[in-house]
């Protein structure tokens, strides 16, 4: 595998009331809850608080445009309608003309289809028609239960992969030359591509490496030992609790109910929570020195910054909040712009958190649904030819100690490219566009070629 660095670049609040509390009329917990919150952030009355939580199916035409006017001339968005039940919202560059091979972008947590807006207009001029959609629980995309205690079963890895699916159908295509996932994105882009290889016909992933399906025990009817199961989170949370200071895995945090309240009520504002959590995941945090772990214990994983092994006692808004940039790094940081971070406020104040939020309870860790959902696979590979794409800085390549090399030996089988950019730490293709641009065209056209020659 290559290992690449770009030419050039040397580059808790937790609000929840009193359960004790009689709640007036016919108002649930969580419209309370909502109304409350609401009140207190934002100076709204408790109905306009319950009418927004009750609001699960909003208008699309009465809200302002998709980026606040921040797109870049040549990316459009529409509503697909009957996609697996949904009403995807996409971004869309080169749909100009028929014909195009297609590309389809995944994002991840806590990002959006806007989140792809730098790498769009480049791909569509290398010919292709680029699609971003906001996935299911996110953004303007509907037809999901925005309830903590939703049905978590359609955002498991099978439903999400004909969401995929269903959108590609839907816009007229029998396959994409590409999928591509970006952190809690990946996943989802690297199981469309193991599940349905003609469909996703490549794939690229992006910050999270794959580590393949679980695996069924084999010959034990003849005497081979049980695989020792998998540690949990609920374990590891329980050895991180015993280091000094008392540690917690974030996966874990993020699944509480708790959560979305702590993030999208956090003390400094939804704007300057989402400004410091960027930060601190970036290269422009000078924090962010990754490497290689040795192991899945809590010595090892409390290496990691405390947004992905936070302290015990704090929820992620207290957990980011001492790594607010200076107003001077905000004036400097060309890569997100004020006027950018307000896109994310503005989708994540409508939407909250809850949806985003539902994969990490079951698409994430040790979820036995899932597990059993998944073990259908056991043995399957990833054939497709793929790549790896993360920042120099991005603490997420090895957020699972291994997960880098056995993607590459094992639950992929044609990776040809495993590319560390100089310059970027998580959200590498708003980080370093440029670059990512680069590596993607690359690969679609040596991909192509590839294809004509057999």
Not at 146 to 159: E, K, M, V
Not at 181 to 188: E, L, N, Q
Not at 272 to 292: C, E, I, L, M, T
Not at 431 to 442: D, G, K, R
């Amino acid at each position: 595998m290559t290992r690449y660095t770009s030419p050039g670049m040397a580059r808790e609040a937790n609000s929840q009331p009193d359960p004790a509390v009689s709640l007036p009329g016919d108002l649930s917990r969580r419209n309370f809850v909502a109304a409350v919150s609401a009140a207190a952030v934002g100076g709204f009355s408790l109905a306009q608080g319950a009418a927004h939580a009750a609001n699960v199916r909003p208008d699309l035409a009465s809200l302002p445009p998709y980026g606040n006017g921040t797109l870049p001339p040549g990316i459009r968005s529409r509503a697909i309608a009957n996609v697996n039940g949904l009403t995807v919202q996409i971004l869309e560059a080169g749909y100009e003309s028929s014909g195009r091979p297609a590309v389809l972008l995944m994002h991840g947590f806590p990002e959006l289809a806007y989140s792809w807006r730098k790498v769009m207009l480049p791909l569509a001029a290398a010919g292709y028609h680029v699609i971003a959609p906001d996935q299911r629980g996110y953004g303007r995309t509907t037809g999901w239960d925005d309830s903590y205690d939703a049905d978590p079963d359609p955002f498991r890895f099978l439903n999400m992969t004909r969401d995929a699916m269903g959108l590609v159908f839907a816009l007229g295509y029998r396959q994409v030359a590409a999928v591509v996932g970006h952190d809690a994105g990946a996943p989802v882009a690297a199981w469309s591509a193991l599940i349905r290889p003609d469909v996703f016909r490549s794939l690229a992933m992006m910050s999270s490496p794959f580590t393949g399906a679980p695996s069924l025990p084999f010959n034990t009817a003849n005497g081979a030992a049980m695989p020792r199961p998998p540690q949990t989170d609920d374990e590891l949370d329980t050895e991180l609790a015993k280091l000094n200071p008392p540690r917690k895995y974030y996966q874990n945090y993020q699944r509480t109910p708790g959560a979305n309240d702590d993030m999208l009520h956090a003390p400094q504002g939804l704007h300057a929570f989402f400004r410091a959590y960027y930060h601190y995941k970036s290269a422009d945090w000078k924090g962010n020195q990754p490497h290689p772990l040795k192991a899945r214990t809590a010595e090892e994983m409390a290496q990691m910054p405390t947004y992905y092994v936070m302290e015990r006692d704090k929820g992620m808004a207290a957990t980011v909040a001492p790594f607010m940039p200076t107003a001077e790094e905000i004036a400097a940081c060309k890569w997100l712009t004020e006027a950018e971070v307000d896109v994310y406020v503005t989708e994540y104040s409508r939407t909250q958190f809850t949806g985003a939020l539902q994969g990490y309870r079951v698409r994430r860790g040790t979820d036995p649904k899932t597990i059993a959902e998944m073990l259908t696979f056991s043995g399957r590979t990833i054939d497709v030819p793929s790549i790896f794409i993360a920042g120099k800085s991005d603490w997420g390549v090895y957020q699972v100690p291994g997960g880098d090399v056995t993607m590459q030996k094992t639950a992929c089988t044609q990776m040809v490219g495993f590319h560390l950019i100089e310059g970027a730490g998580h959200w590498v293709q708003q980080e370093q566009p440029e670059s990512v641009s680069e590596l993607f065209i690359q690969f679609l056209r040596d991909q192509s070629q590839a294809g004509r020659r057999l």
